[in-house]
């Protein structure tokens, strides 16, 4: 099995529930890492630079784009955001399956530069269970759910292009799902080509006995 | 979740355990269905029609291949063997996961065919713990393990062109990673495109809202 950790990126639905999926993962298996996002927004009361964001100034964060240094990244009102690729890197090669939680466009752009990475989309089983869930949560106005509905059904053109389907139905399900299909991931034959070499030269070498 | 069968292509060097692994398979789970070969070869006693084999006379056989209703054939001294098309589609449709045992040149033939196929190769951990389970079933003479070692070696070549590696070490362990591997095959996106239509209907629909 392989030892390198696996790229998983996972997408879904505002209102999906991939937020609460995403904690219970990492709460209950210590095989994975959260990937942390680069930004040029000012730190909030508590956030810490390497735990919550990697703090950049305008400069800094220019120079990454420069380097290549990110997989993607985008600009929201003012401010830049974007997925570093040595942190993830990093805990790849430590053997962390790492998490990477963004939007489809972004995904698809991770996805193109690395074939081998996880796609996850995931959903309620329906866009009514969808509405239901965003109405529940109680915080948001009627514009904003009506917003995210829009956004949702613009999402949902690219749901195809992703390796995964998930079901959001009840969460305990849902995680184990994940889980499991990270850990069969490291089964993929492309991340096992030194066992193949290993069984390969073992048999060369029996051929003279 | 897609309720249409997956077809598992499964190889591996002879020695490593796929006969029982793929026993043990169809006898924990009843989503399994075998994959039945047509053979020219005369029925010896006890076998059945349509159970060991589907027996075909040489005429009828031809007739196969000319109509190309078979996954893949070959000649082994006089006699052919191939995949009848029409049984495996037919297990697929009632939704079985169809289990295919066959050598790797057979495998990769299907699989160019069938790109949604699952390729398992199936191996010990290493090579001499191929050799020691050859020599302990006390059946084989060494001229025949020693062919067998030789053909493991050149099946090891196209080993790399599978989808998975799965390391028979344990047979419980080995079963349940196979049948997981399966039964995650069935939330593949290509699996799932009637659910995506679905829901991006949906959301359409609720747009006017």
């Given at each position: 099995?392989?030892?390198?950790g696996?790229?998983v990126?996972?997408?879904?639905?505002s209102?999906?529930g991939k937020?609460?999926?995403?904690?219970?993962?990492?709460?209950?298996?210590?095989?994975?890492?959260?990937?942390?996002?680069a930004?040029?927004?000012?730190?909030?009361?508590?956030?810490?630079?390497?735990?919550e964001?990697?703090?950049?100034?305008?400069e800094?964060?220019?120079?990454?784009?420069?380097?290549?240094?990110?997989?993607?990244?985008a600009?929201?009102?003012?401010?830049?955001?974007?997925?570093?690729?040595?942190?993830v890197q990093?805990?790849?090669?430590?053997?962390?399956?790492?998490?990477?939680?963004?939007?489809?466009?972004?995904?698809?752009?991770?996805?193109?530069?690395n074939p081998?990475?996880?796609?996850?989309?995931?959903?309620?089983?329906?866009?009514?269970?969808?509405?239901?869930?965003?109405?529940?949560?109680?915080?948001?106005?009627?514009?904003?759910?009506n917003?995210r509905?829009?956004?949702?059904?613009?999402?949902a053109?690219?749901?195809?292009?992703?390796?995964y389907?998930i079901?959001?139905?009840?969460?305990?399900?849902?995680?184990?799902?994940?889980?499991?299909?990270?850990?069969?991931?490291?089964?993929?034959?492309s991340?096992?080509?030194?066992?193949?070499?290993?069984?390969?030269k073992?048999?060369?070498?029996?051929k003279?006995?």
């Amino acid at each position: 099995m392989s030892k390198k950790g696996c790229l998983v990126i996972i997408s879904g639905f505002s209102g999906a529930g991939k937020g609460t999926v995403v904690r219970e993962l990492t709460t209950r298996y210590d095989n994975y890492a959260l990937s942390i996002s680069a930004t040029t927004r000012a730190p909030r009361q508590g956030e810490e630079n390497g735990r919550e964001y990697f703090f950049k100034t305008r400069e800094e964060f220019e120079e990454l784009i420069r380097q290549d240094a990110l997989y993607e990244y985008a600009q929201y009102v003012s401010n830049f955001y974007g997925t570093p690729k040595a942190y993830v890197q990093q805990q790849l090669d430590a053997g962390k399956d790492v998490i990477l939680e963004i939007e489809v466009q972004g995904a698809l752009n991770v996805k193109a530069k690395n074939p081998e990475a996880l796609l996850l989309f995931v959903t309620p089983p329906s866009a009514q269970e969808l509405k239901r869930r965003l109405i529940g949560r109680g915080t948001e106005t009627l514009e904003v759910i009506n917003e995210r509905m829009a956004r949702a059904s613009e999402e949902a053109l690219l749901m195809d292009r992703y390796d995964y389907l998930i079901i959001n139905d009840k969460l305990e399900e849902c995680t184990e799902t994940i889980h499991q299909l990270v850990q069969r991931e490291h089964l993929r034959m492309s991340a096992n080509l030194d066992m193949v070499e290993k069984i390969k030269k073992e048999l060369e070498e029996m051929k003279g006995e």
